[in-house]
């Protein structure tokens, strides 16, 4: 079959997540970059696409001349990735969902939780593929580990321990930064900052792996540093449908950290250990035995590992290629629909619109709960209660 045919709005040149989302869309051949409109000014966005190799009528000025130049073509794009700022994610996934495309949008999916299950109504009435990007969800070993849990190697799960807690926001002295500031300030970032930026990731990565939904949660929510009207760092106790207890730690104030996701689970029967920061290895102990350290792309590992682990064992894979394991589910689900086929299981794991309205639920019971002193909140948006 032909590749498929990619988009990207937002992304522009200079901007922290485009090229991870071009490495990663480019990586398998499995797609070709087709169209864009990279970047909130015009003449630049267009001018950068075409730099990147886009044909000059299809490197658009904006997202609406995109989803007007897309939606007459026969050859229109399979896919289209939102890589904007948060604010402008609902209302392009929205359109281009209507419009009958399939979406990649990055997190958060929306500002509020209305929103979210809108969009996860959009996309179950027009059947269209609505993806969220937990990109650290396409690790190979992060696969492994919700392999182990879900074949039982843990026994029941009585604890998930996440993190994403770094250290980039520290400097008192920049707090005033422009490019730091709109992240604290509610006009801008909404009802969380840290959390609603990192701890989403932890929160979706722990649920992901135990194949438990939060249900209810308690939030420590602080601003170390005082002049911020939002939360730079976020403890969060939760329970989990499934029965797992949950503690969250977020972070963007812990000096010496770097990215600092982690994911820690203990069961009856073992417990795991898992850092993005070192995603080739997963330490892994049997109640009863020692720790061992399962390498990625090592034999016997699970087929939703195997499938997504390319270079041999001992050479490093990273972030671009857990991004390339969310795209090359998204094509093995595109393909699947244009041959008539079910999709191969090992790849239907890529996140959802549900996953994203789920976060959104989350990112609001962790601020109504920090402003109460840590009360016990429901963690579930109403159309999952
Ligand atoms: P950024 O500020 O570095 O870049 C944003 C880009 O979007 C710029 O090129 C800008 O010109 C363009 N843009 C803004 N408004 C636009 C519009 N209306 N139409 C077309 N282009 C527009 O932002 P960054 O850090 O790349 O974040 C973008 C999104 O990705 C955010 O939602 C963020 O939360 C998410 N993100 C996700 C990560 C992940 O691990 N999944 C990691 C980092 C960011």
Same mark, same amino acid.
């Given at each position: 079959?032909?590749?498929?045919?990619?988009?990207?709005?937002?992304?522009?040149?200079?901007?922290?997540?485009?090229?991870?989302?071009?490495?990663?869309?480019?990586?398998?051949?499995?797609?070709?970059?087709?169209?864009?409109?990279? /970047?909130?000014?015009?003449?630049?966005?267009?001018?950068?696409?075409?730099?990147?190799?886009?044909?000059?009528?299809?490197?658009?000025?904006?997202?609406?001349?995109?989803?007007?130049?897309?939606?007459?073509?026969?050859?229109?794009?399979?896919?289209?990735?939102?890589?904007?700022?948060?604010?402008?994610?609902?209302?392009?996934?929205?359109?281009?969902?209507?419009?009958?495309?399939?979406?990649?949008?990055?997190?958060?999916?929306?500002?509020?939780?209305?929103?979210?299950?809108?969009?996860?109504?959009?996309?179950?009435?027009?059947?269209?593929?609505?993806?969220?990007?937990?990109?650290?969800?396409?690790?190979?070993?992060?696969?492994?580990?919700?392999?182990?849990?879900?074949?039982?190697?843990?026994?029941?799960?009585?604890?998930?321990?996440?993190?994403?807690?770094?250290?980039?926001?520290?400097?008192?002295?920049?707090?005033?930064?422009?490019?730091?500031?709109?992240?604290?300030?509610?006009?801008?970032?909404?009802?969380?900052?840290?959390?609603?930026?990192?701890?989403?990731?932890?929160?979706?990565?722990?649920?992901?792996?135990?194949?438990?939904?939060?249900?209810?949660?308690?939030?420590?929510?602080?601003?170390?540093?005082?002049?911020?009207?939002?939360? /730079?760092?976020?403890?969060?106790?939760?329970?989990? /449908?499934?029965?797992?207890?949950?503690?969250?730690?977020?972070?963007?104030?812990?000096?010496?950290?770097?990215?600092?996701?982690?994911?820690?689970?203990?069961?009856?029967?073992?417990?795991?250990?898992?850092?993005?920061?070192?995603?080739?290895?997963?330490?892994?102990?049997?109640?009863?035995?020692?720790?061992?350290?399962?390498?990625?792309?090592?034999?016997?590992?699970?087929?939703?590992?195997?499938?997504?682990?390319?270079?041999?064992?001992?050479?490093?894979?990273?972030?671009?290629?857990?991004?390339?394991?969310?795209?090359?589910?998204?094509?093995?689900?595109?393909?699947?629909?244009?041959?008539?086929?079910?999709?191969?299981?090992?790849?239907?794991?890529?996140?959802?619109?549900?996953?994203?309205?789920?976060?959104?639920?989350?990112?609001?019971?962790?601020?109504?709960?920090?402003?109460?002193?840590?009360?016990?909140? /429901?963690?579930?948006?109403?159309?999952?209660?």
């Amino acid at each position: 079959m032909a590749k498929l045919r990619w988009g990207m709005i937002g992304g522009g040149e200079g901007s922290q997540i485009g090229p991870a989302h071009r490495l990663g869309a480019g990586l398998d051949g499995l797609f070709d970059f087709t169209a864009g409109a990279l /970047d909130h000014r015009p003449a630049e966005g267009r001018a950068y696409g075409q730099r990147l190799g886009l044909a000059a009528d299809r490197a658009y000025g904006d997202w609406q001349e995109m989803l007007a130049g897309e939606k007459g073509r026969d050859d229109r794009i399979d896919l289209v990735t939102v890589a904007t700022p948060n604010a402008t994610h609902f209302e392009i996934t929205k359109a281009y969902l209507e419009a009958g495309f399939h979406v990649l949008c990055e997190k958060p999916m929306t500002m509020t939780v209305e929103e979210g299950e809108e969009i996860v109504k959009i996309a179950r009435a027009t059947g269209r593929i609505c993806a969220v990007n937990y990109g650290y969800s396409g690790y190979s070993l992060v696969r492994h580990m919700r392999a182990m849990v879900a074949r039982g190697d843990l026994g029941r799960i009585r604890l998930v321990k996440a993190e994403f807690a770094h250290g980039h926001h520290a400097d008192a002295g920049d707090a005033d930064n422009p490019r730091v500031r709109w992240r604290y300030d509610p006009a801008q970032a909404g009802v969380s900052a840290q959390f609603a930026d990192c701890g989403i990731h932890a929160l979706h990565m722990a649920s992901f792996v135990i194949g438990q939904e939060a249900e209810r949660l308690s939030a420590d929510t602080v601003s170390c540093i005082e002049s911020r009207e939002l939360e /730079d760092d976020a403890m969060v106790n939760l329970r989990f /449908d499934g029965g797992a207890v949950g503690r969250l730690w977020t972070s963007s104030v812990a000096l010496g950290r770097q990215h600092g996701l982690t994911l820690q689970v203990f069961g009856e029967k073992g417990g795991l250990r898992w850092a993005q920061e070192q995603p080739n290895q997963l330490y892994w102990m049997p109640l009863g035995g020692r720790v061992e350290t399962i390498e990625r792309g090592e034999a016997g590992l699970s087929p939703e590992a195997d499938r997504t682990s390319r270079v041999t064992i001992g050479h490093a894979e990273g972030m671009p290629l857990a991004f390339a394991n969310i795209y090359a589910d998204l094509a093995e689900a595109i393909r699947a629909e244009k041959e008539g086929r079910e999709m191969d299981p090992a790849a239907n794991l890529y996140p959802r619109a549900e996953d994203g309205v789920r976060s959104m639920a989350a990112v609001f019971a962790v601020a109504e709960s920090g402003k109460a002193e840590g009360a016990w909140t /429901d963690a579930r948006p109403p159309m999952f209660r």
